[in-house]
């Protein structure tokens, strides 16, 4: 019987055991979930908390990023001297009706730059004969105001490569313009 006595101890002991472990798992269970919904919960509460910091900061999604704008990084625009004493030139385009053209020019050259101003002055009747000759291989359609700043560019290139050689004229403007068809 003490056999019998010491079985009865046995298996109660492995089935308490085993009763116990099944209470064990299905206790860990619940704590397993329990924390996993805390921790969901936690990054939900941390991602609010961020967007809502941000959204204050930014103040509507606008920029961050400032450029600071200082006197010393500003272009400015040079200042130049300007020949003014070439004559008006008159000449007729190049169309099949020619019409009659009226210009006058004035060369911008750097500020304080003498040789660029005693060369144009000794170059003068190359630069009037080379304006003469350009306006009049231009038609009436070359010569209208959306192409005044092709017709300066091309002016001012023309006169530094070809006419003057120790100096360079900056700008060219047009201070009188009349293109007269008939």
Do not use: C, H
């Amino acid at each position: 019987m003490a056999d019998e006595g010491e079985a009865d101890n046995l298996g109660d002991d492995m089935g308490g055991d085993l009763g116990g472990s099944k209470k064990a798992s299905k206790g860990a269970l619940p704590q397993l979930l329990k924390f996993v919904l805390i921790g969901i919960a936690a990054v939900i509460f941390i991602v609010t908390i961020v967007v809502i910091t941000f959204s204050i900061l930014n103040k509507g999604g606008g920029s961050q990023t400032n450029i600071p704008v200082s006197e010393e990084y500003t272009t400015k625009r040079e200042s130049y001297d300007w020949y003014t004493s070439l004559d008006q030139i008159r000449t007729s385009t190049s169309d099949k009706v020619p019409a009659s053209v009226s210009i006058t020019i004035a060369l911008g050259y750097k500020k304080e730059d003498k040789a660029a101003s005693t060369e144009i002055t000794e170059r003068r009747i190359e630069i009037i004969d080379f304006l003469r000759r350009f306006f009049s291989e231009q038609t009436v359609e070359d010569l209208r105001p959306q192409n005044e700043e092709v017709l300066r560019q091309q002016i001012r290139d023309q006169i530094n490569d070809d006419i003057l050689s120790s100096s360079k004229i900056r700008d060219v403007r047009f201070t009188g313009k009349d293109v007269v068809q008939q």
